[in-house]
């Protein structure tokens, strides 16, 4: 009797100790980092889902730049076929190889539909009204659930690198999560240039 109230009270310590250093607030962000990041994931699924349905519209509508629509099928295949998994979430390398391909297809989509402006025909088709309607809430569902993911791991890491929790997470190997950034940060600090000179 006397050896299971020991057990008891050493349990119940370490509890608390636990509690005391975090340790239940990375149980709780590493779990809120991992929704978000599925959210992310889901919503590329749904736009590359759509690329295909946006191709073949496009192919029967207008004989134009195939070369477009090749790399658009490309940045594609190459987006899927980056396997992810909760792990890359703690691997910066795997991180921002999938980050690149999903930029990259995002970019090839974006020059697709700067190119289809061209064609009356293509833009008066309803078909392609529509997955550009789906395209463009695709996209904005996917700034969302990426700043949702942005703002998790940022709470996330602020617990992992502050004192005495940093200590906890090195004796349990949290460690720091890498967060979404741009590729072209240089380009895209710069001011676009407007000139309605140009014809």
Sequence with gaps: MKSRFFNLMIVSFLGLLLTGCGYNDFQRLDE????????????YQRRADLVPNIVATVKGE????????????EARAK???IQVTPETLNDPAAFSKFQ????ELGSALSRLMVVSERYPDLKANQGFRDL????EGTENRITVARNRYIQTVQEYN?????????LTAMVFGYQVKPNFTVANEAQISTPPVVDFNKK
């Design 132 to 135: 550009r309607v789906q395209l």
């Design 62 to 73: 207008a004989a134009f730049e195939q070369d477009t629509l090749t790399k658009v099928v």
């Design 32 to 43: 809120q980092t991992k929704s978000a990041w599925s959210e992310v994931l889901n919503q």
């Design 100 to 103: 690149a391909a999903q930029g």
């Design 79 to 81: 987006a899927t076929s």
């Design 158 to 166: 602020v617990l992992a690198r502050s004192f005495p929790n940093n």
